[in-house]
């Protein structure tokens, strides 16, 4: 045992000084020491006790973090304690997460260097139980590890791990109710002082026992997501609702404004609403609409939020979220159980679990407290395989070999031959991407340990396996795609102009993309211009549009993962269309090699729909809504002035119905004008405070890359 003179960093020293070599209770050793000396902040604003383990060595759900250079700085800083430091580097840093690599066979190296694809380099989301704390306490929990333990011998050193963290959170929560009783010797604002009293009994009993209202459950909730890292809120108008129930409203809705403006000011990443059980019974609630009342009056973009649809939805339901969409602020994203549920069940989940989803990230799906599936396992530019089916396997945008050799484009007879090959492209693409994926987990699993995680999710205790290896219930992966409408309509453009009309020779099209049109423009004018477009309704376009997205959702479900359960896909464009965009080079599409924009969703390439809203949803209906196991986002955009009247919400209303009612998986609104948004560019700080949809999550216009702007910009302004 080193003999520390510092008294900084707990954590690492807990950690280094723990007698085990299991690594994971060694980091729940570094935990309890954290809790016992670690700064405390209780944001007396909020009246809120946060859990974060701060320094530059912490532990929270993505695993194990040493900050080298920070460790570093402190020996140069405080010179008496320089040794400490280094030795914390020396020894702790080689065993934290960003040491730990993996290899890349020669194959994945090439494509992932292309920028077109990634697989498996972030730890992943999930929706922990962390109200488990709030209803059943600590010591419950700790009867739970040990029943567990007596069903598992020889596993000590991972229930060990679990019980620690619980000890951890009583610390915290008895030197809190310590903090808050001297604080009020001197307090004199009487708001304040009934914060300090509320954190003072919450901790009395506290989180050893269950909380017995709405405030103590706020302040157990965020002290323990914090403590975890800050992840995604999950189902919450339903894990709170009993503590919601039964406290005085003034006080309930205090703490509920409290604990929005602390998600708002984290950015949690996604909180859901509503929903479904396995009956298909509405289980909205009047927390449900508190929440919605919360988002209409505050304005924020964040939390992320997203709002559960089915069958039996009440009136009243659709009403706030269109009231709290007209504000602006893109929230909530709209997602259908009636579609979402069926793609859980393909995955082998049953109902009632599937019915227990909801969202994490900017919009991956989960099952609360009972899986490790809603990451992101990798993503990759769609159209990337219809560029080497047209190059035999050569990247048209570096020259690099890249994908497949499936033969000279221009000796393809048939459409047939050339579709083949892009589904080839497509097959090998999704084989690399889940195989590096497959590799990454299993280094997760190994390395990055998770005992606090472990107890907040069903499955873990059980069968005595960390949350990351294949310890849930559930374990499947998702993968994201980019770029989609730019594949259908080069497949299409090659379907029309060379093999239907033969307005050009297949040698000649390649010719041209190799040549990024130069020479070519009369080909370009045509493809760039024409009409036969994906998102307008047009069944040549949206029957190859089906094949192919149903091609990639129904072969990822084939793939296992190794966490013990299958691939899906999903569309999760965020903040990286534009740079997705421009990992490919010229299309048939009239994609000029580099360019930035993109589709940002399930949707069209922004500025191509131009058939109407109804056209839209009737092209993105051309896809099995119940194949995918992410999140399938459709952006959409509409002219403020004509959404915020009663016509406009009429109309809203049904469009979104009706495109549930056809089990479309999920839609987002951004309600704004296309001139407020070019105002925006040239006069950001007129604008600091105009929202747009992104992807799965939302953000301030001016804050988004001018790459990321255009592709809003360009996305069609619906006039419903």
Not at 195 to 205: C, G, N, P, V
Not at 215 to 231: C, K, M, P, R, S
Not at 396 to 412: E, M, Q, R, S, V
Not at 659 to 685: C, H, W
Request: glycine share 8%.
């Amino acid at each position: 045992m080193y003999n520390f003179k510092t008294k900084r960093e707990p954590f690492a020293r807990g950690f280094l000084n723990c007698e085990s070599e299991n690594k994971s209770k060694r980091c729940a050793a570094g935990a309890v020491l954290a809790a016992k000396e670690m700064d405390l902040r209780l944001d007396l604003k909020l009246g809120l006790c946060y859990g974060n383990i701060d320094g530059g060595a912490t532990y929270n759900f993505c695993g194990l973090h040493c900050s080298e250079s920070h460790f570093k700085r402190l020996a140069e800083k405080y010179p008496e304690e320089k040794e400490d430091f280094l030795y914390i580097k020396e020894h702790l840093a080689p065993l934290a997460d960003e040491q730990v690599s993996w290899t890349r066979t020669p194959e994945q190296e090439i494509n992932c260097s292309e920028g077109y694809m990634w697989a498996g380099g972030w730890e992943g989301h999930a929706n922990p139980d962390h109200a488990d704390v709030c209803h059943f306490g600590t010591d419950a929990l700790r009867e739970k590890i040990e029943k567990n333990r007596a069903l598992n011998p020889g596993k000590d050193d991972f229930y060990d791990a679990c019980s620690m963290t619980m000890d951890a959170l009583d610390i915290l929560g008895q030197r809190y109710r310590e903090k808050a009783l001297e604080m009020l010797e001197s307090e004199t604002d009487p708001e304040n002082i009934k914060k300090l009293q509320i954190i003072a009994r919450t901790f009395e009993h506290a989180p050893k026992a269950p909380c017995r209202d709405f405030a103590e459950a706020i302040v157990v909730f965020v002290l323990v997501y914090t403590f975890d890292g800050q992840d995604s809120p999950g189902w919450f108008d339903q894990y709170m609702y009993d503590f919601w129930k039964v406290t005085d409203e003034k006080l309930r809705l205090e703490y509920l404004d409290h604990v929005w403006e602390f998600f708002h000011n984290t950015r949690a990443w996604n909180l859901c609403i509503s929903g479904s059980d396995e009956n298909w019974n509405d289980l909205t609630n009047d927390l449900s609409y508190a929440v919605l009342k919360i988002v209409k009056e505050k304005k924020y973009q964040t939390p992320n939020l997203t709002m559960r649809c089915h069958r039996n939805t009440p009136e009243a339901l659709y009403v706030a979220a269109y009231e709290a969409l007209a504000t602006g602020c893109g929230l909530p994203g709209l997602y259908n159980d009636e579609a979402v549920v069926p793609a859980l069940e393909r995955l082998g989940i049953p109902s009632a679990d599937a019915h227990m989803y909801v969202m994490n990230g900017c919009n991956q799906i989960d099952i609360q407290g009972k899986s490790h599936m809603g990451l992101e396992d990798g993503q990759f530019t769609v159209a990337k395989a219809v560029e080497f089916a047209l190059h035999n396997g050569r990247s048209n945008l570096t020259g690099k070999d890249l994908g497949l050799k499936t033969g000279n484009a221009a000796d393809f007879e048939t459409f047939e031959e050339f579709y083949a090959a892009v589904i080839a492209q497509l097959d090998y693409i999704m084989k690399l991407i889940t195989d590096l994926s497959n590799t990454v987990q299993a280094c997760h699993g190994k390395y990055f340990p998770g005992p606090f995680r472990s107890v907040l999710i069903d499955g873990c205790l059980e069968k005595g396996r960390e949350y990351k290896n294949g310890g849930p219930l559930y374990g499947n992966g998702q993968i994201l795609l980019q770029a989609f409408a730019e594949t259908v309509d080069s497949v299409v453009a090659v379907k029309k102009f060379v093999y239907d009309d033969k307005r050009f020779t297949m040698a000649e099209l390649v010719d041209a993309l190799e040549k990024n049109f130069e020479g070519y423009d009369e080909m370009y004018h045509v493809l760039k211009h024409s009409s036969y477009r994906f998102g307008n309704d047009i069944e040549y376009v949206d029957k190859i549009a089906g094949d192919l997205m149903d091609h990639v959702n129904g072969h990822l479900l084939t793939i296992p993962t190794f966490r013990g359960g299958h691939f899906s896909g999903g569309c999760s464009p965020f903040v990286g269309a534009p740079d997705h965009g421009a990992t490919l080079g010229a299309l048939p599409s009239g994609h000029k090699k580099g360019d930035e924009l993109i589709a940002d969703s399930i949707g069209a390439t922004p500025g191509y729909d131009i058939n109407g809203p109804t056209a839209l949803l009737n092209s993105c209906l051309a896809f099995d809504h119940t194949l995918p196991g992410s999140g399938f986002i459709l952006n959409l955009k509409f002219d403020s002035n004509i959404f915020n009247s009663e016509i406009g919400k009429a109309a809203f209303i049904t469009l979104w119905k009706n495109y549930f009612e056809r089990k479309g998986q999920m839609i987002t609104a951004t309600v704004v004008s296309a001139e407020e948004l070019l105002d925006a560019q040239k006069n950001p700080d007129a604008h600091r405070d105009l929202i747009v949809r992104v992807g799965g999550y939302c953000d301030y216009f001016v804050n988004i890359s001018k790459e990321l702007q255009d592709n809003v910009i360009a996305r069609t302004c619906l006039n419903i």
